[in-house]
């Protein structure tokens, strides 16, 4: 199989051509690992996802589903099969194994090797070719245990609420909104209110059977919590209802470890991403014989990696 970067990832194999995670219009088949906005696809492609990432990718556009694949599920195109993987970085988000006669390919996408409140951590998938992101693929990224990172999301939010303010957070609306009104859940007995963009994703998410209790901010119930201040507040935009407290802005990012995030009360390095030591791990247990790097730091990973005896280079999307 033969890996090409460019305008998105291309791999040939046998005579499939194969895009990963590419906004290009283009021929053959799309895998599309998740649905942030980065890795969407053209209009036009033919897409190979999730049901989950079909479900988010379908309430900001419309799309050409090819072929909606369960974690597990193998299908055939020609004589390629394809199979996703969870990679636990979102809702829905995979990796891809594709097997043909060239031989195999793992594509991981965003991924994040440690389980979460609400998703299991990505499994390293054996194949000879590896493609595997590297956002955090520098030796000063690693974080604390996520239960540490929780504990501390947790005492913030009790302290401010004692403190007559309303504690809130700017994030991801796919991905880190649902893992905060998780813990939220699992922790605190008081309501997760949501912006409007995460309503949406965080319910129709639902029909997949992540159930997640929140309130839209803007509803009656939910503005009346709001007023009343014991609550914790999910938005994708630093906008908030009028309310007699002050609300206090946590940001939730793993460059959290090592900036400081200007306009925020409070920053915590909750990463959708596995840190250097994740990334490094899946590396070594994939067993591959060929590892690219794409995105952050590819560069310095692929050095690392190089070191330690395996063959990886770094590569242009
Ligand atoms: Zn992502």
């Known amino acids: 199989m033969e890996v090409l970067g460019g305008r998105g990832l291309l ?38 996802t999730t049901p989950e990432t079909a479900c988010v990718l379908k309430l900001f556009g419309s799309h050409r589903f090819e072929k909606l694949i369960q974690y597990g599920e193998r299908v055939k195109f020609g004589d390629i099969r394809i199979s996703a993987y969870p990679s636990g970085h979102v809702i829905g988000s995979s990796q891809f194994l594709v097997e043909g006669d060239g031989g195999s390919l793992v594509y991981t996408g965003d991924i994040n090797t440690y389980d979460s409140v609400i998703l299991k951590g990505a499994k390293p998938l054996g194949s000879e070719t590896l493609i595997l992101e590297a956002t955090y693929g520098s030796p000063r990224y690693i974080f604390p245990a996520r239960e540490e990172i929780y504990a501390e999301i947790i005492r913030w939010i009790i302290e401010t609420i004692r403190e007559g303010e309303i504690p809130a957070f700017k994030v991801y609306a796919l991905g880190k909104a649902q893992e905060i009104i998780g813990l939220i859940n699992a922790y605190l007995k008081i309501p997760a209110l949501t912006s409007f963009t995460i309503d949406r994703i965080t319910e129709s998410l639902s029909q997949h059977g992540f159930k997640l209790d929140h309130l839209p901010v803007n509803s009656p119930e939910g503005l009346e919590a709001f007023r009343q201040g014991e609550c914790v507040y999910v938005s994708s935009k630093k906008y908030s209802p009028p309310s007699k407290h002050r609300i206090r802005w946590a940001a939730a990012t793993g460059w959290a470890l090592r900036y400081r995030l200007n306009g925020f009360d409070a920053a915590f390095p909750l990463s959708g991403h596995a840190d250097f030591s994740g990334l490094v791990r899946y590396a070594e247990e994939s067993g591959a014989e060929r590892i690219y790097l794409v995105y952050g730091f590819a560069e310095e990973l692929a050095r690392h990696l190089r070191r330690k005896g395996l063959r990886a280079e770094a590569i242009e999307r």
């Open 11 to 48: 791999v040939k194999a046998g005579n499939q051509r194969i895009w990963l995670d590419s906004k290009a219009e283009n021929d053959g088949i799309s895998l599309v690992s998740h649905a942030h906005s980065d890795h969407a696809p053209g209009r036009s492609n033919k897409i190979i």
